[in-house]
């Protein structure tokens, strides 16, 4: 049905298998710091018209992989797919953040809470399909969906929020409700990711954007303990092949110890954690993918070329059993030069070239 | 010149000196969740209306203690007021944050930078001044500066950010430039540290805000070694009495032994960390000060007092040479019912003594 893969680098080093290179792809790489992209946006008049439009998300999902030799492709979709098809009415005001019409605050919202039906997200599933076959087998495919844990703050807050009050006031004032919404959401997650999956990603991410917010305790009851149920149910493996999870916990480098338990094949990192020391910690237990500030991308090429193989070195050279997935510890900011991306693509994998070649 | 000090249970604890319950004090206790706060602030006009005016600063300082039996006293005043001293033109906005006038982005800027001149703080020292003749020994007073980093991200970025692209891209752009900022910021906060001591500051707390925005490697070059070369030049002690320091890093817990190093008494720490496990990485090199999610007071009173003793617990019980301050892990929020902080405040005491008694 698909062509075969030409890179797998991406693929092998989240399992940890050797690779001539560092592989390297960027969150958010399909984004508004790409002119190209900018104009297919235009074209589709919003950001819901551009995610729910098969033909325009396979065209901005592949936009990066024409500038820069990136070894993965990334579903163009947003974390929050799945509370808009439980009906909670997802959009996006120009130049502010995701908004839902409903919010999920007190008891007869959070009982009428269901696992959407599938067929809502079939867009989803159509672009996944469309992408992976435009791809051509050039590199592998990353399904994915926010976390249960960040799926319930947007889903409280009605929007972004700088201080997680409305989510956290419900956690611990009604713990009882939070524990309902975080298993519907962990259910739906895991059915949308196996969707995808048989739709044709070959890997897919979780992104936990908002469970660095929580105090310790907080953060293993609320967040991690349903990141680790829906990697629980997603499959491992699909027609014979294995499927990659990755788990990015942002803010999570106190926990690292055990988000390297929660079941992923990787485990994401943001800036505030050196790679070597987080290498240290969980040893060849999961394959590590990180972690460059993305704000680097605003110094001049030499600096950033600097900077990436400040992170290369961080992680060391690889040896058998080890696997690391070079990227920013964060979405890639739309304010972005696309130089900087081109420097940085060509330094990670010529210094990673290098750093084989030492060994 | 000032009455003598009834209730010492905070600098004792700062110290790790025994005492018979565990102090707490809030960040931001004097504020908007208080009514009779709102009432002065109407008076004044002006946030800056109210920090530079000794009565208002006095009257607001007071107000918490005449509702909750905290433990300590923190100046009203605001972490940037060097900056502005500096000549950058500091306002706040309704409803928004700190804004400057001028900002710091370019070598001109940068190389006009100095060490202001303290009689531009004046106003800060006599409402210090006024603040510890008005408590009358009742308990400490705290003075506080923003760290040299946290400054600088608002003289980079002109007020609140939340991507820090500015200072950031200013840091890796041109790193000369930042290292600079950051030397006339250390040498300032330094010299307005000992100005408020001496004006009768009885503890002095850093505010290192943003250092947790930054990348591993980054934090310390750009944020700790500055915080460091503070506390090297900030009194230890006043007219033959130990002055504790107090160092607090938002987002700081990756770094917590190196933190620990600076040369403060007590390292400040969020939410995120555990502090059984802070505890016992750093032993009783230091005091530790924390760490309630703030968020926890929009929850009903009996989960109020079930966290705190949460916090209290994890720490476990004092043993000789170690110390705890509780607090929260970040500024309480405007939206804070009174209610909460009774509950907090009286539950801290209560059970602290309890865990006394059991040892």
Not at 15 to 26: A, E, F, K, S
Not at 304 to 316: I, K
């Amino acid at each position: 049905m698909f062509a075969p893969l030409q890179n797998d680098s991406f693929l092998r080093a989240c399992l940890r298998q050797p690779t001539d290179h560092t592989p390297v792809w960027l969150m958010r790489q399909a984004g508004r710091y790409l002119p190209e992209y900018r104009a297919t946006r235009e074209k589709a008049g919003s950001f819901m018209g551009l995610a729910t439009n098969t033909d325009f998300a396979t065209e901005v999902t592949l936009q990066p992989l024409e500038r820069f030799p990136l070894d993965a492709a990334i579903l163009f979709s947003d974390i929050l797919t799945v509370p808009d098809a439980m009906g909670l009415g997802l959009s996006f005001q120009q130049g502010e953040g995701p908004k839902f019409a409903q919010v999920v605050r007190d008891e007869a919202a959070v009982a009428a809470l269901q696992v959407p039906d599938l067929e809502k997200l079939r867009y989803v599933f159509d672009a996944v399909t469309s992408i992976r076959r435009a791809l051509n087998g050039r590199v592998p495919l990353i399904g994915f969906s926010g976390s249960p844990w960040t799926l319930a703050c947007y889903m409280v807050e009605g929007g972004g929020s700088d201080d997680y009050r409305r989510v956290k006031s419900l956690m611990y004032a009604r713990p009882d409700l939070m524990h309902r919404i975080l298993d519907v959401n962990a259910r739906a997650v895991a059915a949308y990711l196996n969707a995808q999956i048989e739709a044709g990603a070959q890997a897919v991410m979780v992104f936990d954007s908002w469970g660095g917010v929580l105090a310790d305790g907080a953060f293993q009851e609320f967040s991690l303990a349903y990141s680790r149920q829906v990697l629980a149910a997603v499959k491992t493996e699909h027609e014979g092949v294995r499927i990659p999870r990755i788990l990015f916990t942002k803010g999570g480098g106190l926990w690292l110890d055990e988000i390297a338990d929660a079941g992923a094949d990787v485990v994401g990192l943001d800036w505030t954690m050196s790679l070597g020391k987080a290498r240290a910690r969980v040893g060849d237990r999961v394959a590590l993918q990180g972690n460059l500030d993305p704000n680097v991308l605003f110094a001049p090429p030499e600096a950033v070329r600097a900077q990436a193989r400040a992170v290369l070195d961080s992680f060391g050279p690889p040896t058998p059993g080890s696997g690391h997935i070079f990227n920013l510890g964060h979405g890639i900011s739309q304010f972005t030069p696309p130089e900087s991306v081109t420097a940085l693509v060509d330094e990670v994998h010529s210094h990673s070239r290098r750093q084989r070649a030492s060994l």
